[in-house]
């Protein structure tokens, strides 16, 4: 059952679920089938079990790859709008006032600029960032 603390040490921080039978060995997601665990017990119930059932990371790997031949799985949605960004380096703000009014890290603003010129932004010897996108016309 999903709970809000570890069964095993009481805490509340950090809490995963457990799948007792891994989804990819044919357990569901049924309440019955959960333990509520801190990360620390999580990794020692992973490590404490028999064989291929102890590597969490190939566990996941095998469930993703099911989920997305049933078609569950899309991955994460990106959450910044590309255009957006674009549309305000366009209108002459630059990465910072992005950032701010986006909400976002200006580092994500680069990025972004960088994805949309098809090329990833370079550093030059001061630390600042080189944009490889066109330069606006003043």
């Known amino acids: 059952?999903?709970?809000?603390?570890c069964?095993?040490?009481?805490?509340n921080k950090n809490i995963e679920h457990h799948h007792i039978v891994p989804v990819c060995?044919?357990?569901?997601?049924?309440p019955h089938n959960f333990l509520s665990l801190c990360v620390e017990h999580h990794?020692?119930?992973?490590?404490?079990?028999?064989g291929d059932w102890a590597h969490r990371k190939e566990l996941q790997r095998i469930g993703i790859e099911k989920a997305k031949k049933e078609g569950k799985f899309k991955g994460r949605q990106p959450r910044i709008d590309y255009d957006e960004v674009k549309r305000l380096w366009d209108l002459g703000?630059?990465?910072?006032?992005?950032?701010?009014?986006?909400?976002?890290?200006?580092?994500?603003?680069?990025r972004i600029l960088g994805d949309l010129a098809k090329e990833p932004y370079k550093k030059?010897?001061?630390?600042?960032y080189l944009l490889p996108?066109?330069?606006?016309?003043k």
């Open 1 to 5: 059952m999903k709970l809000r603390f």
């Open 124 to 128: 030059n010897k001061n630390g600042q």
């Open 43 to 50: 990794g020692m119930i992973h490590s404490a079990r028999p």
């Open 25 to 30: 060995k044919g357990g569901d997601d049924h």
């Open 133 to 137: 996108i066109t330069l606006r016309s």
């Open 93 to 110: 703000l630059g990465a910072t006032d992005i950032a701010k009014h986006m909400e976002i890290n200006r580092t994500s603003i680069y």
């Open 7 to 11: 069964v095993i040490c009481g805490t």
